[in-house]
Every structure is written in structure tokens, then in C-alpha cells.
């Protein structure tokens, strides 16, 4: 058993926690916080000196690698990546080889993600056989093996009365579908926001229609069925529009986005430049700044970090060819933090966005300053400097759009369940 550890003088933020005071941290769960809390004898005393403590982060879209692209990511490599990023949970796709639509395959990445001691891996459950979208795969038997929700992971599910038939079926047992918002048929081909720079460089355009084509109609499908929706990495302000008014309907509709759609816009392609090639492709500004004004009136649930993982050759390619996808999780934290720095987000909505809100879509009781509340931890310091460098990256993946940032915001240590992983 681990010994009481203290944090002393931290800046505890979470959960509608701010308060300048030490947290104590028992059987690995929070014992007490306050503004003093007396050392108990033999106790570990981390001395914050005012650094920012928070739960440690949950990240609700990721995909692994592992299995059947560990040339890419493992999941020994995904959880060091995470400690080092501040993440202690993580919602896993399931768009592998083969694909997670078997319940033992659900229960295999829930163990292996507790054999690495510092990551919670949560694994989503295909929403179609093979994520091919041509027949619903066993939602209920991947349900009771603990698969958190159903999503096709990086395809769209097309078909509107196979996704009709999923939200029904998900509805009965208190599930969420999972979305790629983006209508396959105007995507097909596309490498780039379809748009007078994609013209000039001569790529092949996706629409961002195409998003809010899919955002509508699978709204008007939660509507139909009472199901759950939930439409990961939205970038467009049309979608989030039709999202928020579908809310305020009273609709079951939530969603995410991740720090590309909000920290850049397409410019960042340059001049062919393939680890800014994501999917969504990355869109205008007017699209970033609607994205930035949703997660700042609570449109958007969650950040996530869409972590997708890529090696060299699936980058160094022409860009039209080359594989969409950006590494994730060590830039996570501190890109949101950029957003808190230039005074689009506070400190206590951001932590939220990458805590507590998403532990409650995906129903984990991790997330949250609360006494008794799993001791999962990230201490940081918002205002030290980093380089992104990829290439030196943790973990496999170096693929970031993010190579070449100075950041601020660097995590200290990480704890799961009271112990340290990282720092």
C-alpha cells in the first residue's frame, strides 16, 4: 500500500474547485482538500509551490494502434505518451485489425490498459461489424463486455437507417453512437477544406458542408428514435449551430472537438504539408472562431485529443495521398492552455472540458476534485515553455501539426490512483 501523499500550496482546479490550499490523497482515493490540510505522519509531502493540480485528463477520443498497427502506436507507447500528457483515462477507438466488435476483444484493451499501471483504457465497441458500416455488430453483448459506446471510430456511418437501427438499438441499454460527421459521398476523394486554397494548390476538396449534411440528419435520427448522439471532432460553425439548437430542443445530442479545430485553420497546410492533413480537414477561420466561441458557451461538451497516431511513410508522401491523422496526447493539455493564456476559456472551463465533462458522457467517476473520488491527478505548471519537436515526442507518434510550437504549460508528475507514473 502506498503511503498518505500531500500536495501542498497547489492551485486546485475542478469541479467547481479553485482555492490556493494542499489535497491529501489516502488508499488512492482524495482524502481532503482545503486551503491547510496538517501532513499525517509518514506521509509523501509534494511541495507545488503553486503549480496548477487537477484531475488527471479524459480522453474521450484516441486511437491506440494496437491491434494490428503497432508499427504506428502500442499501447505501452499510447500510455507513456498520456502520463506524460497529464491523461490518466482514455476512451480507445475501435477501428483496429481487427476491429473491436467482440466482446473479447473489448475485455482484452480494458486488461491491457490496467497492466500498464497508468492508464484507464476505455474501449468503444464498433458500431458495425469489421467498421465496414454494412451490419450492426453484437451492441449488446459489447455493452455487457464494457465497451463505453459505439462508433465506427474514422468512417462515418452512412447508411441512415443503419444508423437509425444503432441509436434504437443503443437506446436500450443507455448507450451513445458515436458519429464522424462527415457524408461519405461528398468527402470521397477529398484531402482539404474545399476552398480557394485547396483550389490553388490543386487538392481535391472536402465541402464543410459535408459535416453539417451528417449533423442534421442524425439529429433528426436521435429525434426519431429518442437515441443518444454524440458527434466527435466538430470543426465547422454551421454543425455546432445545428448542435446547439438541437440541445436547446431538448434533443440527446452531445459533442467534442480537438485542439486543431480551434488552434489553427487551413493555412496550416502550407505548402503541402502532410501532418497538418487531419480528418475533418482543417478548416477557415471563421470555422475556428466558431469553434472556439462553442466551447466557450458550453455548446461543445469536451475537448478530446483525437490522437491518430501515423508513422513516416504514411506522412512522407504527396499530400493528396498521404494519411490523415495528428499525434495527440502530449500536446493536449498544453494547446487548451493556449486558449486560457489568450483569455478565450478560463482555467476552471477548460480543466472541465478535458475532465469532468467528458468522464460524465462516458459515465467514470474519475474526472472530479471530490473526496473520495479516485486520486487520478495531473499537476502542472500553466506557464513554463516547451518545444514541440516531433520526432522527440513521447511514444511512437510524431505526426503533429503542432511541430515547431513553443507552448506553455507543462505537466509536472501524473498519478494514478495515488501513484506516480510520470515526473
Not at 458519429?179 to 490543386?202: F, K, M, N, V, W
Not at 480537438?258 to 503541402?272: M, V, W
Not at 480528418?279 to 466561441?293: G, N, T, Y
Amino acid at each position: 500500500m502506498n503511503p498518505d501523499t500531500l500536495f501542498r500550496g497547489a492551485r486546485i482546479v475542478g469541479s467547481g474547485v479553485d482555492l490556493l490550499g494542499d489535497l491529501l490523497v489516502r488508499d488512492g482515493r482524495i482524502a481532503d482538500f482545503a486551503a491547510s490540510v496538517a501532513a499525517p505522519e509518514g506521509a509523501a509531502v509534494i511541495e507545488a509551490e503553486g503549480a496548477v493540480l487537477c484531475p488527471g485528463l479524459v480522453d474521450m477520443r484516441a486511437a491506440l494502434g494496437e491491434p494490428g498497427f503497432e508499427y504506428r502506436e502500442t499501447i505501452a507507447s499510447a500510455a507513456a505518451a498520456a502520463a506524460a500528457g497529464g491523461i490518466t483515462t482514455l476512451a480507445a477507438l475501435p477501428d483496429t485489425q481487427p476491429a473491436i466488435d467482440d466482446p473479447a476483444l473489448v475485455q482484452l484493451l480494458r486488461t491491457r490498459g490496467a497492466e500498464t499501471g497508468s492508464l484507464t483504457i476505455l474501449p468503444y465497441g464498433a458500431v458495425t461489424r469489421g467498421c465496414r458500416g454494412e451490419e450492426l455488430a453484437e451492441l449488446g453483448l459489447l455493452r455487457e463486455a464494457g465497451a463505453v459506446a459505439f462508433t465506427d471510430g474514422s468512417r462515418a456511418i452512412g447508411p441512415a437507417r443503419l444508423m437509425r437501427l444503432a441509436l434504437a438499438y443503443a437506446q436500450g441499454f443507455g448507450a451513445r453512437i458515436v458519429q464522424h460527421p462527415e457524408d461519405p459521398s461528398l468527402a470521397a476523394g477529398g484531402s482539404a477544406t474545399e476552398s480557394e486554397q485547396a483550389t490553388r494548390l490543386g487538392l481535391p476538396g472536402i465541402p464543410a458542408a459535408a459535416e453539417a449534411i451528417m449533423v442534421a440528419r442524425d439529429i433528426r435520427l436521435a429525434e426519431l428514435t429518442s437515441g443518444a448522439v454524440h458527434f466527435a471532432h466538430v470543426s465547422t460553425g454551421e454543425a455546432l449551430g445545428l448542435i446547439r439548437a438541437a440541445k436547446a430542443a431538448g434533443i440527446a445530442v452531445s459533442c467534442d472537438t480537438a485542439p486543431p479545430y480551434f488552434d489553427l485553420n487551413e493555412t496550416s497546410i502550407g505548402d503541402f504539408r502532410s501532418y497538418a492533413k487531419l480528418s475533418p480537414p482543417l478548416r477557415k477561420e471563421h470555422d475556428r472562431q466558431a469553434v472556439i466561441a462553442a466551447l466557450a458557451d458550453g455548446t461543445i461538451d469536451a475537448i478530446a485529443s483525437d490522437h491518430q497516431p501515423r508513422d513516416a511513410d504514411d506522412k512522407r508522401q504527396p499530400f493528396a495521398l498521404a494519411s490523415a491523422g495528428g499525434a495527440g496526447l502530449a500536446t493536449l493539455l498544453a494547446i487548451t492552455l493556449a486558449h486560457v493564456h489568450n483569455g478565450s476559456l478560463s482555467l476552471a472551463a477548460a480543466i472541465d472540458l478535458l475532465t469532468a465533462r467528458p468522464a460524465c458522457l462516458l459515465g467514470v467517476e474519475t474526472g472530479r476534485i471530490a473526496k473520495s473520488a479516485p486520486a487520478d491527478l495531473c499537476l502542472f505548471d500553466p506557464e513554463r515553455i516547451w518545444q514541440v519537436d516531433a520526432g522527440r515526442l513521447p511514444g511512437k507518434a510524431q505526426n503533429t501539426p503542432f511541430d515547431g510550437r513553443a507552448l506553455e504549460g507543462v505537466v509536472l508528475g501524473t498519478w494514478k490512483r495515488g501513484r506516480r507514473v510520470f515526473g
